[in-house]
């Protein structure tokens, strides 16, 4: 099993991006997909999730309206776009992949907000 985030990086406040998450090893489309991150000296957080057919998708309430989440079932990705970025989202931002007694998550990637 394998989820390999990439997108992350030095953004000017006010600017966007987009993460990806390319996943293997299992049935991504049986899966709710979610993003998470962790700020240094915070507890890691829920930022975003979306349902295995892409219709139930819920946002933190701190991202809610700044960043949309996405999957493509065909290619097995999942992508959190993030626009109006601050610098409290400055964090290391991972994939998750959920079921019924399975959870498998990516390795990570930095997201740093700065001028």
């Known amino acids: 099993v394998q989820l390999v985030e990439s997108g992350g990086g030095l953004v000017q406040p006010g600017g966007s991006l987009r993460l990806s998450c390319a996943a293997s090893?299992?049935?991504?489309?049986?899966?709710?997909m979610s993003w998470y991150r962790q700020a240094p000296g915070k507890e890691r957080e829920l930022v975003a999730s979306?349902?295995?057919?892409?219709?139930?998708?819920n946002f933190a309430d701190s991202v809610k309206g700044r960043f949309t989440i996405s999957r493509d079932n065909a290619k097995n990705t999942v992508s959190l776009q993030m626009n109006s970025l601050q610098s409290e989202d400055t964090a290391v931002y991972y994939c998750?992949?959920?079921?019924?007694?399975?959870?498998?998550w990516g390795q990570g990637t930095q997201v740093t907000v700065s001028s």
């Open positions: 998750h992949a959920r079921r019924v007694g399975e959870f498998y």
């Open positions: 090893g299992f049935t991504f489309s049986i899966y709710v």
């Open positions: 979306i349902s295995s057919a892409g219709i139930s998708i």
